[in-house]
């Protein structure tokens, strides 16, 4: 029988953290808000797969040492800030492209697009974003499951996982609702402009954070 008493003080205080943190919105929600209500509600929650996944090989990454290695390696943490600063970036040129020339919703519906780019726009996002590494570092401090069996350690990381992927779903299946579409629809160039500029300021801000 697995014994995980001992432990759920420190897994329910890293669990609150996670929770503030996932429905909190930043650069992931950005990214949901463009393909929820672009293409809809099935590519906004595969998005948040990739987002929770990515949210999860952090954790794992933490747990094995990793993140404090790139903690105290400044040339790692600097070379994963350039990275996810020009990805942000990326994303920033197709949302102001599309603010220049808005697509018409019904076309963007019918053009199919694989899942897989959708998957990977959400997992590159969260695992090239330095600050992601820093909070879960943070919750690594709490010592949550440090020292527990297997068992106990896989069941946190499932219930990380789950708390991830409800936040952001939540993020998702509420910015593909029909009344958020078409509100879209009506404003979709300012939207666009908006995500922008809210993609180019995240890049800015991880460009010039300290390390």
Same mark, same amino acid.
């Given at each position: 029988m697995i014994d995980i008493t001992s432990y759920l003080p420190e897994i329910l205080a890293a669990y609150a953290i996670l929770l503030v943190a996932a429905s909190s919105p930043g650069p992931a929600?950005?990214?949901l808000i463009g393909i929820a209500t672009e293409q809809g509600r099935t590519p906004a929650l595969i998005a948040t797969l990739g987002i929770s996944l990515?949210?999860?090989t952090i954790n794992i990454l933490t747990?094995?040492?990793v993140g404090i290695v790139l903690s105290q390696a400044a040339w790692a943490v600097s070379t994963l800030r350039v990275i996810g600063a020009l990805y942000l970036l990326? !994303?920033?040129?197709?949302? =102001?492209?599309?603010?220049?020339?808005?697509?018409?919703?019904?076309?963007v519906e019918s053009v199919h697009r694989p899942l897989s780019k959708h998957f990977l726009a959400g997992y590159l996002l969260q695992v090239t974003n330095p600050k992601a590494i820093s909070f879960w570092i943070a919750i690594s401090s709490?010592?949550?499951?440090?020292g527990a069996a297997a068992s106990v350690v896989a069941i946190f990381?499932?219930?990380?996982?789950?708390?991830s992927f409800a936040c952001h779903g939540a993020w998702a299946v509420a910015l593909? !609702?029909?009344?958020?579409? =078409?509100?879209?629809?009506?404003?979709?160039?300012w939207v666009e402009a908006t995500l922008g500029c809210?993609?180019?300021?995240?890049a800015y801000k991880l460009g010039t954070a300290d390390a």
């Open positions: 929600v950005a990214l990515g949210s999860m747990m094995l040492g990326y !994303l920033a040129y197709g949302a =102001f492209t599309k603010a220049i020339q808005p697509p018409n919703l019904e076309t709490i010592g949550a499951v440090d990381l499932v219930g990380a996982f789950i708390i593909s !609702l029909n009344a958020v579409r =078409f509100a879209y629809v009506a404003s979709r160039r809210l993609f180019t300021f995240f």
